[in-house]
């Protein structure tokens, strides 16, 4: 706790002044004015914080604060969380929260409004007091070219009975500055989250100082410095050749954007003089659910520009009801527009189990995708492709197709005999629409999986600490 150097209250950052405000005697004070003693110096490269840890799932959140109320941001369980002191890598750059919890809390409602099947539980008031401010740490990539470079460049001109061709070798002042290419730099961060609440605006990065995190948490850092160095090497040296290919002083010799690009490569410096990717901390809001099958859901939102990322699973008992109320005065109306030949009927059932399959075919696609976590660099890096085939099956299963299949293959088989009684028909169709129902509650059930995650298990990830810090 920082301490109020007029009366000694306890400080904390408020998000409206950008400054540290005294809870007691109402005063603010400029962060960079307040430290404390375990804060260290600058030059140590580290700094003293408490690390709260979940004694259920091993997530971790760390602050400069003592305290923390009980419950856990990563796998929503409602418990103490083991406080230790520690030292961690002290980040050099910070975006400090400008959205408010009332800001945040009201981008979720609007979001949480739209989901008509969202369990009520979401929406509740009180579950929504436990947003959390948390810093998300990144590693920070400035990029600069400041050289001279040497592209090749080629004509070829046709004469009357010739083609001249004309090799140049092109030298050209290059001078391109990219900064602030961040990727998320802690594992236990989903790169899908990630993805969909940025970008945060670099430019808004301030120097790091300790007491900017009172009132906050911080995520550490696991993820290795060098991971994303090749990524945001790539991103800068595409846009530099691009530029450099259609600059128009080069025209005439005809650089494409490969020999561009050849030209820059490995003519690139890190963060200039230090040459060191950065570490810094972006802020988000960050809300857990605990589902009723153990998984969880996760809101979260970014603090600089509101951009949310929300798993809302579907209520099945809401989703049903919804169902029963909409069906009636469909078949009604139906039934009164048209009369529906039995062959109709038939057909309008089969192309319901047709379009249900190609659904089902893709939640599981994605499921499996998603399951193997192949699209999460931080994750896959550190521990690897998550092969657990028994889980595998269990999360998507091919059975849930049954339904669908069977219906089509009911109405195959009544449309080949053509029976002469309408009776046949109308069973066959009610037996395919209950086979087509089945799998639609299977689409709802595998559709609830990809809208949640299983419940976080840090103790099986040990050793993500280490990288960051020995570095
Ligand atoms: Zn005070
Ligand atoms: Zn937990």
Redesign the pocket.
């Known amino acids: 706790m920082y301490a ?1 150097p ?4 306890g ?1 904390r950052f408020d998000i409206s002044s950008q400054k540290l405000k ?6 603010d004070h400029d962060p960079y004015d307040i430290t404390k003693e375990k804060d260290a110096g600058v030059e140590t490269g580290e700094y003293g914080v408490t690390i709260f840890t979940c004694p259920q799932c091993g997530g971790e959140v760390m602050t400069t604060d003592e305290s923390i109320t009980g419950f856990c941001t990563f796998c929503g369980a409602s418990t103490v969380l083991d406080a230790r002191m520690s030292k961690e890598k002290r980040p050099a750059k910070i975006i400090t929260f400008k959205k408010t919890k009332e800001d945040c809390k009201n981008i979720y409602k609007k979001m949480a409004g739209k989901a008509l099947f969202a369990p009520r539980e979401l929406k509740d008031p009180e579950y929504l007091e436990k947003f959390r401010g948390i810093y998300i740490p990144y590693w920070v990539y400035d990029i600069s070219y400041d050289e001279t470079v040497k592209a090749a460049g080629v004509t070829t001109s046709t004469g009357l009975n010739s083609i001249t061709t004309n090799y140049y070798d092109v030298y050209c002042g290059v001078d391109a500055e990219y900064t602030g290419v961040s990727y998320d730099a802690s594992a236990s961060f989903d790169d899908h989250i990630s993805e969909t609440i940025a970008p945060f605006n670099t430019a808004n990065m301030q120097e790091f100082t300790p007491s900017f995190l009172s009132g906050f948490y911080a995520d550490t850092a696991d993820v290795d410095k060098n991971l994303y160095r090749a990524d945001a090497v790539k991103a800068a040296q595409t846009d530099a050749a691009a530029r450099l290919a259609s600059f128009n002083g080069l025209r005439q010799y005809s650089v494409s954007h490969d020999a561009a690009r050849q030209a820059l490569s490995g003519k690139e410096r890190i963060n200039r003089e230090v040459n060191e990717p950065q570490l810094g901390l972006f802020p988000v809001w960050f809300l857990s659910y605990r589902t009723k099958k153990d998984r969880v859901a996760y809101a979260v939102v970014n603090a600089e520009n509101g951009e949310i990322s929300a798993d809302l699973p579907v209520s099945v008992g809401k989703y049903v009801l919804f169902s029963l109320i909409m069906a009636a005065p469909i078949f009604a109306l139906l039934a009164f527009l048209f009369t529906l030949t039995p062959g109709w009927t038939l057909g309008l059932t089969a192309a319901l189990a047709v379009i249900s399959l190609i659904v089902y075919a893709k939640e599981i696609s994605e499921l499996k995708k998603r399951h193997l976590k192949y699209d999460d660099k931080g994750f896959y890096e550190k521990y690897g492709p998550k092969q657990d085939k028994e889980e595998l099956k269990k999360i998507a299963p091919a059975r849930g197709a049954l339904g669908s299949i069977a219906a089509i293959a009911i109405v195959l088989i009544v449309l080949r005999i053509n029976p002469v009684d309408d009776f046949y028909f109308y069973a066959a169709a009610i037996a395919a629409i209950i086979g087509v129902c089945l799998t639609m509650s299977a689409i709802i059930r595998r559709y609830n999986i990809l809208m949640t995650r299983p419940s976080p298990k840090f103790y099986e990830r040990k050793g993500g600490n280490d990288s960051a810090k020995d570095n």
């Open positions: 109020c007029n009366c000694g209250g400080l005294c809870d007691y005697c109402d005063s």
